[in-house]
Nanobody, 123 residues
Framework: QVQLVESGGGWAQVGGSLRLSCTLSGTRFSANTMNWYRQDPGKQRELVASITWHNITNYADSVKGRFTISRDNTGKALFLQMNSLKPDDSSVYYC?????????????????WGQGTRVTVSS
């Protein structure tokens, strides 16, 4: 059973930093495109950052220049370095992948989500 597990959330001061991690398990394959989303109660889930298998990255305008998404070479770990944090960054952050790929590059599509990790930013 494919699972994504986030860690690294918590509290940070305004202007501070946090690093989120996400680990893929339950499959011998690697994750394809991986994403960080965030969601507040009653609001739509927002795409924060994404990284493709080829390490092409994309960021929401609200986090550009402050957040950095990265992944390890195994394709099973995802990170989000969050710097210069603002109160508006407070949310529950979710890890997501759009599928898993084998060594030959074939992708089995499927939306996999982690359980979320809460980030709180205050002064």
């Amino acid at each position: 059973q494919v699972q994504l597990v986030e860690s690294g959330g918590g509290w940070a001061q305004v202007g501070g930093s946090l690093r989120l991690s996400c680990t893929l398990s339950g499959t011998r394959f690697s994750a394809n495109t991986m994403n960080w989303y965030r969601q507040d109660p009653g609001k739509q889930r927002e795409l924060v950052a994404s990284i493709t298998w080829h390490n092409i990255t994309n960021y929401a305008d609200s986090v550009k220049g402050r957040f950095t998404i990265s992944r390890d070479n195994t394709g099973k770990a995802l990170f989000l370095q969050m710097n210069s944090l603002k109160p508006d960054d407070s949310s529950v952050y979710y890890c997501n992948t759009d599928g898993v790929r084998n060594a030959a590059g074939a992708v089995r599509r499927g939306a996999y989500w982690g359980q979320g990790t809460r980030v709180t930013v205050s002064s």
